[in-house]
């Protein structure tokens, strides 16, 4: 067999009703990210487990949400191009869109487009809490880009939004606490500022899925874009301290040789699974490791029971992060627990 990409709707259900019931506690609203999948099916999992909608990365993560009838829909992205302006304009008239800006050239730009199609455009100022990607500088620069914008015909500033992912990975439970939680006065401080101009700033959105226990502690922040979590990757895990979630996303491929008794390789490597942030691991195997990945094998190193795998067995591997590794498939078929239910598409813009 070839290698093939694995989703169990038990065990993401689970996942993704955890993290539902912890935003739920911590009082917010929950936007999850779909980056990792842009899939109408888990969408709508989602929105019906209490998500108010959904963040996307793209234009075309936005259209397929909106055509998939998702009501809210944040592009956490910036855009310039004419052509995806334009598509914007189409999906505000199919879902509540937001957008995000960082710069007045964005702003406008949305407000061109805006008067050429009709329509209106609710804008949140992206601002830099520390990531060092994009977003303006908090409180002073934001304020005075909330302040023109939202002068512009066509354009509200209804919000911020500020992203946390530099400390996901941070080792030390206090440390990464004080720091979110310090990202998170950032967005409070400017939040005021702008509510002090006779600005809306209803929406504070923050909040991965490495972060969001702790961004949701502030009381600035309204909503949570926590989403890759539903899968279970074995980086939120092991590396940002997600508990209670369990892998949901496996690969499951075969041996293909057994070159001695302490090792064996399978059929699929980095064009399967991309190990860059956090490598694959054996599930159901006491004593089989991976050991290493190249472009068509991965090898793993074998102990005990595991010596006994044979040529022709399948081997299921948890995907270290889903983002990486999803869309270098073409379809994911689709389980509950043992039962094979369906076949879907990857999404690809």
């Not at 914007?88 to 730009?109: C, G, I």
């Amino acid at each position: 067999m070839s290698a093939e990409l694995r989703l169990d709707l038990d065990v993401m259900e689970r996942n993704a009703q955890r993290l539902a019931s912890d935003i739920a506690a911590l009082g917010k609203l929950w936007r999850p990210h779909i980056k990792a999948h842009c899939q109408p099916h888990i969408a709508r999992t989602l929105v019906k487990l209490g998500a108010c909608g959904v963040t996307a990365a793209n234009v075309f993560e936005v259209d397929v949400m909106a055509d998939a009838g998702i009501p809210s829909v944040l592009l956490a992205h910036l855009v310039a191009a004419t052509a995806d302006l334009d598509r914007l304009a189409a999906a505000t008239r199919k879902t509540e869109l937001l957008v995000t800006v960082d710069h007045f050239v964005h702003a406008e730009l949305y407000s061109q487009t805006a008067q050429r199609h009709g329509t209106s455009f609710r804008i949140l100022i992206d601002i830099d809490v520390g990531m060092g990607r994009t977003g303006c500088r908090p409180r002073v620069d934001a304020t005075q880009l909330a302040v023109a914008a939202n002068r512009l015909p066509g354009i509200e500033v209804v919000g911020i939004m500020g992203y946390e992912g530099h400390l996901a990975a941070v080792p030390d439970v206090e440390e990464k606490r004080t720091a979110v939680l310090d990202s998170m006065n950032a967005l409070q401080q400017t939040r005021d500022e702008i509510i002090r101009q006779g600005i809306r700033c209803d929406i504070v959105s923050a909040g991965g899925s490495g972060t969001f226990a702790t961004a949701g502690l502030h009381p600035a922040v309204t909503e949570l874009q926590a989403g890759g979590g539903i899968f279970g990757d074995l980086f939120y895990q092991q590396q940002c301290g997600l508990s209670g979630t369990s892998p949901a996303l496996t690969v499951v491929a075969e041996v293909v040789s057994r070159p001695s008794l302490v090792q064996a390789v399978l059929n699929c490597g980095r064009k399967a699974i991309n190990p860059v942030l956090h490598p694959p691991e054996v599930l159901g195997i006491p004593g089989a490791t991976v050991k290493s990945l190249s472009a068509e094998h991965t090898v793993l190193s074998l102990e005990g029971d595991a010596q006994d795998l044979k040529i022709g067995n399948n081997v299921t591997l948890a995907v270290g992060y889903s983002d990486h590794s999803l869309l270098m498939h073409r379809e994911i078929q689709i389980y509950r627990g043992e039962q094979h239910v369906d076949v879907w598409p990857v999404m690809r813009g």
